[in-house]
């Protein structure tokens, strides 16, 4: 080993032995101070060895940063002068910044009803299939693709070639011509390009409610869904009126989940348009402002709107976790 590449070496190695030598040296401090201790000294040692560093990385890694952006967000472009507002106001009155929220609030309403829908009803199908694993497994595995993957995959799907005399590439462009239809270029053309990249997010969480609606189907007690059968219930009416009404709070559970993930979308959008062409949302916008234009203001304030948007969900979803476990 040449000595230019051990100087490089040599100092992270050094590092990181006095790391773990001072890491093994508090927890033999720990357990030799736990050993000596009362009782009483011992539990109030606990909280501080298991809750302690939890708090300080919460702290560091959650609160702190929240805080900033909302001091931030009250701040002018480049964080010198106090505005108050002025960023919020410029957020719900500028046209530009209303279709942001206009096309984030079409994909809150469709991207967890849909997937929700579709999940629940490949679920129910299949669990009546010989071979449903097989196509759960299909259906599971855009799960497994990073967003940006998924979205490099759509984008080819949606690929347009203007030139009639040369082969289309993407497959929604060949299946229009095959019907003898004058292809567009699909991703440029607004209303029509915020919903197919809403295909590709349903696409991806479709997976995930089927396999969760899925075992919680699995677990309906067989006689309550033998009772239905004796009453002369048909599969759909025992569908509405028994296994929906016992996975309800499973459905709300995926429904919050889905609708998350949803208002934090970024790399779909970032990916396949850059959210030109009236496709943009508050994720990617805010990116936009804080590290592309460095309007760390306005920025922060989509920050803390999206942050605002998430709590009422959190929120509702404890509440009902919370009613569930009071029902048992």
């Known amino acids: 080993m040449s000595a230019s590449v051990w100087e490089v070496i040599a100092p992270n190695l050094t590092l990181l032995l006095i790391s773990l030598a001072v890491f093994g040296a508090v927890i033999y401090a720990v357990f030799l101070?736990?050993?000596?201790?009362?009782?009483?000294?011992?539990?109030?040692?606990?909280?501080?060895?298991?809750?302690?560093?939890?708090?300080?990385?919460?702290?560091?890694?959650?609160i702190y940063p929240a805080v900033r952006t909302i001091v931030l967000s009250l701040m002018d472009k480049r964080s010198e002068n106090f505005v108050g507002l002025d960023n919020y106001i410029w957020a719900?009155?500028?046209?530009?910044?209303?279709?942001?929220?206009?096309?984030?609030?079409?994909?809150?309403i469709l991207v967890p009803i849909v997937s929700t829908i579709v999940g629940l009803a490949i679920a129910y199908m299949t669990d009546r299939m010989k071979r449903?694993?097989?196509?759960?497994?299909?259906?599971?595995?855009?799960m497994a693709i990073s967003f940006v993957g998924a979205s490099v995959i759509w984008r080819f799907m949606y690929s347009y070639e203007p030139n009639p005399n040369k082969p289309e590439i993407g497959l929604l462009s060949a299946i229009w011509r095959g019907l003898d239809l004058e292809p567009r270029n699909w991703l440029l053309e607004p209303p029509l390009n915020t919903l197919l990249l809403i295909a590709v997010m349903v696409w991806i969480q479709t997976g995930f409610a089927m396999v969760?609606?899925?075992?919680?189907?699995?677990?309906?007690?067989?006689?309550?869904?033998?009772?239905a059968m004796l009453d002369g219930a048909s599969n759909f009416r025992r569908f509405?009126?028994?296994?929906?009404?016992?996975?309800?709070?499973?459905?709300?559970?995926?429904?919050?989940?889905?609708?998350?993930?949803?208002?934090?979308?970024?790399?779909?959008?970032?990916?396949?348009?850059g959210g030109n062409f009236q496709t943009n949302i508050i994720a990617n916008e805010m990116y936009s402002q804080a590290f592309r234009q460095l309007n760390y203001g306005q920025g922060s304030a989509l920050a803390?709107?999206?942050?605002?948007a998430v709590v009422p969900i959190i929120w509702y979803n404890l509440r009902q976790l919370r009613l569930e476990r009071s029902e048992r």
Request: charged residues 15%; proline residues 4%; positive net charge.
């Open 33 to 62: 101070i736990g050993a000596r201790a009362s009782l009483k000294q011992q539990e109030w040692l606990r909280y501080v060895v298991f809750l302690g560093p939890a708090s300080l990385l919460l702290l560091i890694g959650l």
């Open 92 to 108: 719900f009155t500028l046209p530009e910044i209303q279709i942001v929220l206009r096309n984030t609030g079409i994909w809150v």
């Open 132 to 142: 449903g694993a097989w196509v759960k497994s299909l259906i599971f595995m855009p």
């Open 212 to 227: 969760i609606l899925g075992a919680a189907m699995r677990n309906i007690p067989d006689d309550v869904t033998e009772a």
């Open 240 to 273: 509405l009126r028994v296994t929906l009404p016992m996975i309800r709070g499973t459905v709300v559970v995926v429904l919050t989940t889905i609708t998350i993930a949803t208002l934090k979308v970024f790399d779909i959008v970032r990916t396949m348009t």
């Open 304 to 308: 803390v709107i999206l942050f605002l």
